[in-house]
């Protein structure tokens, strides 16, 4: 198994611009997370899945859209990218059954300048 | 908002020393995670505790989970250099199977051990 992931590993957009990041799992699992990382701050929850067809906000969502039309897909779609969009981006899944495991992607690293 | 809070923010240390990463709140959780996180790569699961007053060990490594289930630390025994990365903790709340279940991370600990 490939486990969770993510592409493209780096990229810069300019103001304004829109871009999809890419994350797939192939471990048959039905939650799914993307997570942001800046600085000295932690992991924050952006958007999350709990199977195909169904996703809801998490703690920042502005911004973002996601969609979930296969249970091994989540991609994460920056629309207007802003300054603020520059961090480290991470999806994350969890198998059924498991309240606790989340595995991680490597990660995309993002520059909004 | 569950909020974590976690001390120190930044640890160096000579190898051989022992060393502890604290994770507090003010909010109960289910369950309380540690990962390591190297440069460049995703967060990685160390070790989940459900339990109050919970203690379990990994090698060098003992988690604690606080009797309250508010608080967690990871003790690390003897550390060497292949320790060194950022370690977060996590807390689990929400409904058990649900979706909704989440985990809110820590600002994480950035240990670095010496040769």
């Known amino acids: 198994n490939a486990g969770v992931t993510q592409t493209p590993k780096f990229r810069i957009l300019k103001i304004g611009q829109s871009m999809t990041l890419q994350c797939a799992q192939d471990?048959?699992?039905?939650?799914m997370y993307w997570y942001r990382q800046d600085p000295g701050m932690g992991l924050k929850l952006i958007y999350y899945s709990v199977g195909a067809g169904i996703t809801d906000k998490g703690e920042v969502p502005n911004g973002y859209n996601v969609s979930r039309s296969t249970t091994e897909d989540f991609p994460l779609r920056l629309e207007l990218a802003a300054p603020s969009q520059t961090s480290v981006y991470f999806c994350?899944?969890?198998?059924?059954?498991?309240?606790?495991?989340?595995?991680f992607g490597p990660g995309t690293r993002l520059t909004v300048t | 908002t569950q909020l974590l809070e976690q001390s120190p923010q930044f640890l160096s240390i000579q190898e051989g020393e022992n060393l502890t990463v604290y994770c507090n709140s003010s909010s109960v959780f289910s369950s309380l995670q540690w990962y390591r996180q190297e440069p460049g790569e995703g967060p990685v699961l160390l070790v989940t505790?459900?339990?109050?007053?919970e203690v379990k060990k990994l090698k060098r490594l003992t988690f604690q989970f606080g009797d309250a289930r508010k608080d967690s630390s990871l003790h690390i025994t003897a550390a060497q250099p292949g320790d060194t990365g950022l370690y977060l903790c996590?807390?689990?709340?929400?409904?058990?199977?649900?979706?909704?279940?989440?985990?809110?991370f820590g600002k994480g600990t950035k240990l670095s051990v010496i040769p």
């Open positions: 996590a807390g689990g709340y929400g409904y058990s199977g649900a979706g909704s279940y989440q985990l809110t």
């Open positions: 505790v459900v339990t109050g007053g």
């Open positions: 471990m048959n699992h039905n939650y």
């Open positions: 994350a899944s969890r198998p059924p059954g498991s309240r606790h495991e989340q595995y």
